[in-house]
């Protein structure tokens, strides 16, 4: 494994691009983008705290929450505690930092073992989440928490639209009616069914309770919406076009 001060200089205009952040510490960078596997079978438990992502992964769960509880504060005044709790619910998701994610160049740029495939888009959304996790904490460990709050908002302002605007994601409006219904989030599953390199299509199937529902896309993103889209038809009072 190469040493832990070296991380490719494309990774540093990845973080820049997606979080608008330009890193100091590129040991940092490099621990947050390597998941435990690319330590080896062989690797010991000092090394993997050292190298691998996992407690930078731990940190970066808790300041997400907290980032993004002052963002929704400050964005939603009129908001009470349970919508602003589902909102930042949907944003601090695995499948929403997934596709976070999958949205910009960084998944190109992590280090995991040859267990999880060459792929990246391919691997399992908590690979793709505790990346996300662990490149915040980095972040607020590199500058502070002003350029982390920035970070998030930058990183997931994308996913989320104003209350009642009719623009909420298909996906966010399942996972509303479904923390409000059932009490648990929607289960996905997504695999890659065809296609090329450069044009894979995936097919995705969603279930809430017992209503269960597909959709297919170019991108797991895709995939997902549709088969969320897909699934709002079938839920009682989650008409496609109304805003849960």
């Known amino acids: 494994m190469p040493e832990a001060s070296e991380v490719d200089p494309e990774a540093l205009v990845a973080v820049e691009l997606v979080f608008d952040h330009v890193m100091t510490n590129k040991r940092l960078l490099r621990q947050a983008l390597t998941h435990a596997s690319r330590c080896g079978a062989q690797a010991t438990p000092a090394f993997k705290l050292r190298e691998a992502n996992e407690r930078l992964e731990f940190l970066g769960d808790a300041l997400l929450g907290a980032a993004l509880a002052s963002m929704l504060y400050e964005r939603f005044p009129t908001s009470d505690e349970g919508h602003l709790s589902r909102l930042r619910g949907q944003l601090a998701s695995r499948a929403t930092l997934a596709r976070a994610m999958e949205a910009g160049p960084l998944l190109a740029y992590c280090l995991a073992g040859p267990q999880l495939g060459p792929d990246p888009a391919l691997w399992p959304d908590s690979v793709k989440a505790n990346v996300a996790e662990s490149i915040l904490a980095a972040i607020w460990l590199d500058a502070g928490w002003a350029p982390l709050q920035h970070a998030v908002e930058r990183f997931l302002s994308p996913f989320l639209a104003e209350p009642g605007s009719g623009r909420e994601d298909a996906r966010m409006r399942v996972q509303s009616w479904s923390l409000e219904h059932v009490k648990r989030l929607p289960e996905y599953l997504c695999e890659r069914t065809g296609?090329?390199?450069?044009?894979?299509?995936?097919?995705?199937?969603?279930?809430?309770?017992?209503?269960?529902?597909?959709?297919?896309?170019?991108?797991?993103r895709r995939?997902?919406?549709?088969?969320?889209?897909?699934?709002?038809?079938?839920?009682?009072?989650?008409?496609?076009?109304?805003?849960?």
Request: glycine share 12%; no cysteine.
């Open 223 to 244: 995939a997902e919406t549709a088969a969320a889209q897909a699934l709002l038809a079938l839920l009682p009072g989650a008409e496609s076009g109304t805003p849960p």
């Open 195 to 220: 296609g090329t390199d450069h044009e894979p299509e995936f097919t995705a199937q969603v279930t809430v309770g017992a209503h269960q529902a597909s959709g297919a896309g170019r991108s797991r």
